[in-house]
């Protein structure tokens, strides 16, 4: 499956931006998927994940609360819905895509080349 991603940009403290990743190839509704960020200097982060139906989602606790997963199937998309965004939330976003019976949260088989979030103090 090949995932891209696109909405990443600059944003004010506080404000929102909202994430897509579009997958093709292979029967992508068939993986979970999710969402992964690397700051400089830092090692990749998992950010949250969501089950291949929609039914289920998981947070970090970095996010929780502020960013939202969502997926629709029919179009092939992943959304990530970011609010309340903080300058710590400043990264590369990777989105990922993880064969269902693997573990829970994704770890990731299939990566995008991610989009770069930047926010401002």
């Known amino acids: 499956v090949q995932l891209v991603e696109s909405g990443g940009g600059l944003v004010q403290t506080g404000g929102s931006l909202r994430l897509s990743c579009a997958a093709s190839?292979?029967?992508?509704?068939?993986?979970?998927m999710g969402w992964f960020r690397q700051a400089p200097g830092k090692e990749r982060e998992f950010v949250g994940c969501?089950?291949?139906?929609?039914?289920?989602?998981y947070y970090a606790d970095s996010v929780k609360g502020r960013f939202t997963i969502s997926r629709d199937n029919a179009k092939n998309t992943v959304s990530l819905q970011m609010n309340s965004l903080k300058p710590e939330d400043t990264a590369v976003y990777c989105c990922?895509?993880?064969?269902?019976?693997?573990?829970?949260?994704?770890?990731?088989?299939?990566w995008g080349q991610g989009t770069q979030v930047t926010v401002s103090s």
């Open positions: 990922a895509a993880a064969s269902r019976g693997g573990s829970w949260p994704i770890r990731g088989d299939y």
């Open positions: 190839g292979s029967t992508p509704s068939a993986y979970n």
């Open positions: 969501i089950s291949w139906s929609g039914g289920s989602t």
